[in-house]
């Protein structure tokens, strides 16, 4: 049936949509590839725009440079879809934790929680107020896109976010939260249940602002046991996945759900009802789709390292994963987590062309 739908010129229809089709299991013609962190400082390109911002929240909150930032890795390479520029922790900023960057050393916040009475002071924040500066942005992104692929929105998972917010920044052994978790596990759940009414209304507000998939990060997911992983948090990007809109423009809005280390969980991220499961490189991707089937698509996950190799190790890597995942539709190329700032951008550039030239014998039909 033909659509009766006038043409917005804001949102012109997409040319290359590989990528929505593949999380949709439709046929493609190759295997869509993006990178996760794809802007960012491995590009010298990116650090010129962001000394040109001043520094890394400027760069989030100038709509013109962080169109600008997410544009540069599509003008060198191939990729199959765009990705906000954003951070995971806006959310916690806008609740008034006051994040900033201590140069080196990563994010870090002013105002950690560190007790009950924090948690029950923080609201949701407003994603046209506090939070506008990420919406301006997606309509900038997604008009200067001019329809090329499809972008990206994304947010972190209550429980990622908790642990910046409670440890004050990035961990390595998570005992501040752990221990809300075991000695205080109400004051974590209320928590985590305001982060998720919050991931709720921030992703649907991009979705409305022009997302056009929406990928969720649980990158410390994997630091919890099994039962404490439900617990704390694959519930809560349940309930996220629950109450998200999930068409726009009259076409599916995807969701993915990314838990690092979360390899041995899979099953139980599909019965999300996720759209596909982003994958690191510690599970195979054969093993994946047998444990899965087909009821999600898959994402990942070559190793982020292999980058530095070369060339030819790293078409021979492409191949061996393209090879693992098989024939058919559901596979977007990736990382199985975000690329190195110290990698040559040749090399990205070389591991994005052989995603494209080797999947099409995977594609045939
Ligand atoms: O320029 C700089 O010095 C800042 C480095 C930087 C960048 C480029 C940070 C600080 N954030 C970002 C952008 C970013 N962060 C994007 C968009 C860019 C793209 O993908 O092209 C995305 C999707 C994120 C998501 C993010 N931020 C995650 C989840 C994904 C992951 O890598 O696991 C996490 C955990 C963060 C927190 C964060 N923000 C910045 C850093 C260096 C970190 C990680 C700190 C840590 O290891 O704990």
Same mark, same amino acid.
Request: proline share 6%; glycine share 12%.
């Given at each position: 049936m033909m659509s009766t739908t006038p043409a917005n010129p804001q949102r012109p229809? $997409?040319? !290359? /949509?590989r990528y929505l089709r593949a999380l949709s299991k439709q046929p493609v013609d190759a295997t869509p590839v993006w990178m996760m962190r794809?802007? @960012?400082?491995? $590009?010298p390109e990116y650090k010129a725009t962001r000394a040109e911002a001043g520094d890394f929240m400027s760069l989030c909150k100038n709509a013109e440079l962080a169109c600008e930032v997410t544009l540069q890795p599509l003008r060198r390479f191939e990729l199959d879809a765009a990705i906000l520029f *954003? /951070?995971?922790?806006t959310i916690p900023d806008a609740m008034g934790l006051g994040l900033y960057f201590e140069t080196g050393e990563g994010p870090r916040f002013r105002n950690p929680i560190t007790c009950r009475a924090d948690v029950e002071k923080i609201g949701i924040p407003d994603p046209e107020g506090e939070l506008q500066y990420v919406m301006n942005a997606v309509r900038t992104i997604r008009r200067e896109l001019k329809g090329e692929v499809p972008l990206i929105g994304f947010s972190g998972s209550p429980w990622t976010l908790a642990t910046y917010m409670v440890e004050g920044g990035t961990s390595k052994a998570f005992t501040k939260i752990k221990k809300m978790a075991f000695a205080d596990p109400q004051a974590l759940h209320l928590l985590l249940d305001k982060l998720a009414d919050s991931v709720i209304s921030y992703l649907n507000a991009q979705i409305a602002a022009g997302a056009q998939s929406v990928m969720i990060f649980d990158t410390w997911g994997g630091v919890l046991s099994p039962r404490d992983y439900q617990e704390f948090s694959l519930q809560y990007m349940a309930k996220i996945v629950d109450g998200l809109t999930r068409e726009a423009d009259g076409r599916r809005v995807p969701v993915t759900l990314f838990t690092k280390n979360g390899g041995q969980w899979l099953e139980s991220i599909a019965d999300t009802g996720c759209d596909a499961v982003g994958l690191d490189w510690t599970t195979n991707l054969d093993e994946a789709r047998a444990r899965i089937g087909d009821r999600v698509a898959l994402q990942g996950n070559m190793d982020p390292s292999m980058l530095y190799a070369s060339p030819e190790r790293i078409r021979e890597e492409v191949a061996t994963i393209l090879q693992r995942y098989g !024939? @058919? *539709?559901g596979h977007v190329f990736n990382l199985g987590h975000g690329i190195h700032l110290d990698v040559p951008p040749e090399n990205a550039g070389v591991f994005v062309k052989a995603v494209h030239e080797l999947s099409r014998q995977y594609h045939q039909e």
């Open positions: 229809p $997409l040319k !290359n /949509d794809q802007a @960012g400082r491995y $590009l *954003s /951070d995971i922790l !024939n @058919g *539709s």
